[in-house]
């Protein structure tokens, strides 16, 4: 069963909030970064950040459409255990699994 909206909502904004603290942090500590490993992985986890930001801000447009929960790809409901652990999910496991297996690009 899902929970309600303002659940999800809540749990969004929550993770949204703590990774723009984050980012904003970790991006200015990069600057002292002198390593090519350092710099790399800094870089890594600056893009991870975004995509983490833009997966949130997807799922809360579903929220918003109504659609929240619903897997993108083949519109079977997600697995709301999953919801709970990655609440941006916006695909089921199996559509996961798949894209991850057949895109190499992040
Ligand atoms: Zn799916």
Redesign the pocket.
């Known amino acids: 069963m899902l929970r309600p909206v303002d659940y999800y909502r809540q749990k969004l904004e929550e993770e949204k909030k703590r990774i723009e603290t984050y980012a904003q942090r970790d991006c200015e500590f990069s600057a002292d970064a002198t390593g090519l490993w350092q710099k790399m992985e800094h870089e890594w986890r600056c893009r991870e950040k975004a995509r983490r930001l833009k997966e949130i801000r997807r799922a809360l447009q579903r929220l918003e459409e109504g659609v929240y929960g619903v897997?993108e790809?083949?519109g079977?409901p997600i697995n709301p255990e999953r919801l709970e652990i990655l609440p941006w999910s916006t695909?089921?496991v199996?559509?996961k699994n798949y894209e991850e297996s057949h895109s190499n690009q992040y």
């Open positions: 897997c790809r083949c079977r695909l089921c199996k559509c």
